[in-house]
């Protein structure tokens, strides 16, 4: 009989061998369980984060434009916040 097939009976018959792997094993999933949630967490802040950054660029960018030509595109200089983080045809209602 091979030593790890020994090991294998002698744990079986052993019940405090198998919680402690069990217990282990439980440990290990939760673990890998907590880096998984951690990186999905990570991923969107960062996501998040340069969502915000694009429309930051936005607003700057057409606060820039003047009121003729803002209102050419159809929003007011009040509206430009909101039609950023949420598009034109939710400033007006539109469907």
């Known amino acids: 009989m091979s030593q ?10 052993n019940p405090a061998i198998i919680e402690h792997t069990v217990r282990s094993a439980a440990r290990k999933q939760v673990l890998a369980d907590s880096w998984r949630w951690l990186a ?9 984060m340069a969502k915000r950054r694009r429309q930051r660029r936005a607003i700057a960018e057409l606060e820039r434009l ?18 950023v983080g ?7 209602g539109w469907l």
């Open 66 to 83: 003047d009121d003729r030509l803002l209102k050419d595109i159809g929003i007011s200089r009040s509206e430009i916040p909101y039609v």
């Open 40 to 48: 999905s967490a990570y991923a969107r802040v960062t996501r998040a």
């Open 86 to 92: 949420h598009g034109r045809e939710a400033s007006h």
């Open 4 to 13: 790890s097939l020994k090991m294998e009976i002698m744990a079986l018959e």
